[in-house]
């Protein structure tokens, strides 16, 4: 079993800057992949950036160059550094982890780009 738990979500002004973190606890493998998806109103979820366990990372194309996926595998923490966010990024931000198979997801973070 394993939990996800996102925060740093909140009301940003366009061209401002979240750092949103993803802590996972319970059975965690060494050997996984650690992603941000998020979903907007009104549109289907969709990947923003994944990163796995040796660092890897594969990005959307709309956040390419303003978003920064990490992790910090002692603490198995992904974060998701993003800067020059647009009114367009407001969007619930869900964590996952894949592993031996699985894919669990966190309860999501509300992100809200607006002046």
């Known amino acids: 079993q394993v939990q996800l738990v996102e925060s740093g979500g909140g009301l940003v002004q366009p061209g401002g800057s979240l750092r949103l973190s993803c802590a996972a606890s319970?059975?965690?493998?060494?050997?996984?992949?650690m992603g941000w998806y998020r979903q907007g109103p009104g549109k289907q979820r969709e990947l923003v950036a994944i990163?796995?366990?040796?660092?890897?990372?594969n990005y959307a194309d709309s956040v390419k160059g303003r978003f920064t996926i990490s992790r910090d595998n002692a603490k198995n923490t992904v974060y998701l550094q993003m800067n020059s966010l647009k009114p367009e990024d407001t969007a619930v931000y869900y964590c996952?982890?894949?592993?031996?198979?699985?894919?669990?997801w966190g309860q999501g973070t509300q992100v809200t780009v607006s002046s």
């Open positions: 990163i796995g366990s040796g660092g890897s990372t």
């Open positions: 319970g059975s965690i493998f060494r050997i996984n992949v």
């Open positions: 996952n982890l894949f592993q031996d198979s699985r894919l669990s």
